[in-house]
């Protein structure tokens, strides 16, 4: 390589490792506060390596194990679920919407469309749920109300214009009914859109919370997110309330109470497995996001 060339490159490379530097340490900043003291933190900030090493806001968060599997297994449960379920359905509504020859196609486009702009409101909503649908404080108000996102709707059928359509005339002149072009021939030739839609779907339910504030009254229901929020209202609670009102004879110290680094370790609770799972969808995610999103 030409020293020309070469230097060009470096200045690349150096570019490269500064950014992921900004990214990086924000993330080892977090694992750092987590496993801070919680006074120590205070009155030193914030440090890439903790003064006082401390493990008392995971000992908070894990007070209860069982409660916080529970909600492990619910979020990973209809999370999966409403991922594959959504990605389906969504793919199957994209499907038609992308043939030249669907007669409706138009009309169909733009009440999908329209519902990104206007929503019933969350009384309408509420009301249909639990009255209507009776989806209340079951599983199920997790999954089947938020099936459909319109915007990856629109994405899917963007990614699905642009295969060869020659291949769906060809399926069709085999004999190929509309349900075998969709599965053996456009899903399979569809995975960088699929593995991204699939990615944001299962963010989105992972990280959802207001779901279960408003429609689950049983414990063994809530979300992760919900109840990671619920043990921070309650440290904060009673931590206000020791420091305002201290009761004799109490033989834990409720004013010192983690209440900044519980935050932290809640960070590290809650995106632990999605760090995990995202490498996997790496490769797919920026080749799904641009093709699906030139075209249109």
Same mark, same amino acid.
């Given at each position: ?26 993330? +080892?900043?977090? %694992?750092?506060?987590? *496993? ?5 933190? /205070?009155? =030193?900030?914030? $440090? ?104 990856? +709707?629109?994405? %899917?059928?963007?990614? *699905? ?5 020659? /291949?769906? =005339?060809?399926? $069709? ?111 797919? *995610? ?11």
């Amino acid at each position: 390589m030409k020293k020309s060339k070469r230097i060009p490159n470096i200045m690349i490379n150096i570019m490269f490792c500064l950014g992921s530097l900004v990214f990086i340490l924000p993330f +080892v900043l977090i %694992i750092s506060a987590s *496993f801070s003291d919680e006074q120590t933190l /205070l009155s =030193e900030g914030y $440090k890439l390596i903790p003064s006082v090493f401390s493990t008392e806001a995971y000992k908070y968060v894990f007070r209860n194990p069982q409660q916080l599997l529970d909600s492990y297994k619910v979020t990973i449960i209809y999370s999966i679920v409403a991922t594959v379920l959504g990605v389906v359905v969504m793919a199957m509504l994209a499907y038609p919407l992308s043939r030249p020859n669907y007669k409706y196609k138009k009309i169909a486009t733009f009440f999908i469309f329209f519902t990104m702009l206007f929503s019933g409101g969350l009384i309408p909503t509420y009301i249909w749920i639990t009255r209507y649908l009776h989806l209340g404080d079951t599983i199920w108000v997790y999954i089947l109300p938020c099936l459909v996102n319109a915007f990856h +709707v629109i994405v %899917i059928r963007s990614f *699905f214009q642009g295969l060869p359509q020659a /291949l769906m =005339e060809s399926a $069709k002149i085999d004999g190929a009914s509309e349900l075998q072009t969709f599965f053996k021939i456009v899903m399979p030739l569809s995975k960088p859109v699929i593995a991204t839609i699939s990615l944001l779907t299962l963010l989105s339910r992972w990280n959802d919370w207001n779901t279960a504030l408003i429609y689950i009254k049983s414990s063994n229901l809530y979300s992760l997110q919900y109840l990671l929020q619920k043990i921070l209202r309650e440290a904060e609670f009673v931590k206000n309330m020791a420091e305002s009102s201290p009761v004799a004879g109490v033989d834990l110290d409720l004013s010192n109470l983690p209440s900044v680094t519980i935050r932290f370790a809640m960070c590290m609770v809650a995106a632990g497995p999605m760090l995990i799972i995202f490498p996997f969808f790496q490769k797919y *995610f920026a080749k799904g996001l641009t093709v699906g999103a030139v075209k249109g």
